[in-house]
């Protein structure tokens, strides 16, 4: 009995460690879309790379170019 419990609390912190990570990958995959409409960029398009991309997109945001109007 005692042994169900405590992998059973581990699982639920285990849990939660991954919700976080997914949350902060969410983020800045919206944060990339954001720096990436400020540079005059498709944000649909950005913000679906950012979602897949995550820390990925976000610094391929900071490096691209700003498009010219």
């Given at each position: 009995m005692m042994l169900s419990?405590?992998?059973f609390?581990?699982?639920a912190a285990s849990n939660q460690v991954?919700?976080?990570l997914l949350l902060?990958?969410?983020?800045?995959?919206?944060?990339?879309a954001l720096l990436a409409q400020r540079?005059?960029?498709n944000f649909?398009?950005?913000?679906?790379?950012g979602m897949v991309g995550g820390t990925l997109?976000?610094?391929?945001?900071?490096a691209v170019p700003?498009?010219?109007r």
């Open positions: 419990t405590l992998s609390g581990f699982m991954l919700y976080t902060l990958h969410c983020t800045m995959g919206l944060i990339a540079k005059h960029l649909s398009i950005w913000f679906i790379w997109a976000l610094v391929t945001a900071l700003a498009k010219s």
